[in-house]
């Protein structure tokens, strides 16, 4: 058995963003890059490597990739190009375990997120492109018994209580608007997500209660893979 890594994620690495908030600059982050790499990529690292494992018993479809660049965790530096808001970096760490097929973060995926006073473990697809989009509300019009066992799953609804994500105000257009799903073919987004507290991540054993959650997220998951043609 591989050695593990992953100690869990402590006081310092949500110090570290609390102080981004007051601080969200270049020259703070510069001055402060030592302990980013330290507080933030380190334990990041630990854990999408120590994750490996348990995420293949849930789907050997996904990917744990360990790498500090194009793997499975978020770049801190944010996309400022087309927003006004301009704030460079993003202040919360953030990790996903994307499918096989995908080639990035529209793809279905699991996802934590570790944000002060934030902290949430699930699973989902977020903003698919068009076509995706419409395979996916599809699936749901055409298969009203296959959507409605993924929205009454019991282990399901007591991990996250619903599947939610943005919607539309409007029906999309060539859909029924008396669909008795169509709250959910209005959707543009499709997730699941459990809340967590510091305390409860702050241990190695974070590591399989996170691969337990996406475990739960298994009847949403396996919904939108076949909705896109991917294996599950």
């Known amino acids: 058995?591989?050695?593990?890594?992953?100690?869990?994620?402590?006081?310092?690495?949500?110090?570290?963003?609390?102080?981004?908030?007051?601080?969200?600059?270049?020259?703070?982050?510069?001055?402060?890059?030592?302990?980013?790499?330290?507080?933030?990529?380190?334990?990041?690292?630990a854990f999408i490597e120590d994750m490996q494992e348990p995420l293949g018993k849930v789907s050997k479809n996904f990917v744990a990739n360990p790498k500090k660049l194009g793997g499975s965790m978020f770049r801190i530096y944010r996309?400022?190009?087309?927003?006004?808001?301009?704030?460079?970096?993003?202040?919360?760490?953030?990790?996903?375990?994307?499918?096989?097929?995908g080639k990035d973060a529209h793809a279905p995926g699991f996802y934590v997120h570790l944000e002060p006073g934030n902290i949430l473990v699930g699973g989902g697809i977020w903003k698919p492109p068009s076509d995706k989009l419409k395979e996916i509300r599809l699936a749901i019009a055409s298969d009203k018994?296959?959507?409605?066992?993924?929205?009454?799953?019991?282990?399901?609804?007591?991990?996250?209580?619903?599947?939610?994500?943005?919607?539309?105000?409007?029906?999309?257009?060539?859909?029924?608007?008396?669909?008795p799903h169509i709250d959910d073919i209005k959707r543009t987004t499709f997730f699941v997500m459990k809340p967590f507290t510091k305390s409860q991540i702050s241990k190695p054993d974070f590591v399989d209660t996170a691969a337990n959650t996406f475990k739960s997220a298994s009847p949403l998951m396996k919904f939108l893979c076949r909705a896109v043609g991917a294996d599950y």
């Open 79 to 101: 996309d400022v190009r087309f927003s006004k808001d301009k704030r460079p970096y993003k202040e919360h760490g953030a990790c996903q375990f994307r499918h096989v097929a």
């Open 145 to 179: 018994a296959g959507w409605s066992r993924v929205k009454d799953d019991k282990r399901l609804n007591s991990t996250f209580k619903s599947v939610n994500g943005e919607s539309l105000t409007r029906p999309p257009r060539g859909f029924d608007p008396e669909h």
């Open 1 to 45: 058995m591989a050695v593990k890594k992953f100690q869990g994620f402590d006081n310092k690495f949500f110090k570290f963003f609390e102080e981004l908030q007051d601080n969200n600059s270049r020259e703070w982050f510069n001055n402060n890059k030592n302990r980013y790499e330290d507080h933030i990529v380190t334990p990041l690292l």
